[in-house]
């Protein structure tokens, strides 16, 4: 025997389309945050009628509930903080949850360039911590190979990654004088 979900109003073949758009709208918002776009395909997914959904939608923005502004500059922050992610991905994952171009480039503003290298440089000091044997050329080109990967699957362009791994490899090269790795 399933568990069913406890009936709600979205649930009930009688109730008022618009109720239980509101229903499924406040459960996703509790949840986290999200765009508008997000909100809109969970009510379509659920067989709300467009128009409803729409007016639905256009309430929640007019009292700030939804608002799709806040939603990026929260997303790029937490994303990039805590991901360590860059821009590039940001604006990549930022146009998957239907935000606009202009919305998008205002929020990735928070993140400066300074705050992108020294991210990278983090995620790549952290990685070759766990990596020995660099004072060998083959396993340094290996090491540079994997940590450009992973900094490129974060986002970050290639010749970027790339300098960002030698850097910290030669400093860490030049502070361990290759005792350690």
């Known amino acids: 025997m399933t568990a069913s979900k406890p009936p709600g109003p979205e649930l009930d073949a009688d109730a008022d389309p618009a109720s239980a758009a509101r229903a499924i709208v406040l459960r996703q918002l509790s949840n986290s945050p999200k765009s508008r776009l997000q909100l809109s395909r969970k009510l379509a997914e659920r067989n709300i009628p467009e128009d409803v959904a729409e007016a639905v939608l256009d309430r929640f923005e ?3 509930l939804v608002d799709d502004t806040e939603f990026a500059e929260l997303w790029v922050r937490s994303r990039a ?7 590039g991905a940001l604006r990549r994952e ?22 992108e290298e020294t991210a990278a440089r983090e995620l790549v000091e952290r990685k070759l911590r766990s990596l020995r044997g660099l004072g060998d050329a083959s396993e340094r080109d290996k090491a540079v190979r994997r ?35």
Do not use: H, W
């Open 81 to 87: 903080q805590n991901r360590k992610l860059a821009r």
């Open 94 to 115: 930022l146009a998957e949850k239907g935000i606009d171009d202009d919305t998008a480039a205002c929020a990735l503003a928070q993140v400066s360039d300074e705050q």
């Open 62 to 64: 007019e009292v700030r």
């Open 147 to 181: 940590l450009a990967s992973m900094l490129a699957r974060k986002g970050y362009q290639p010749g970027q990654a790339f300098r960002i791994v030698n850097e910290v490899i030669d400093a860490a090269l030049q502070d361990d004088g290759q005792a350690g790795l």
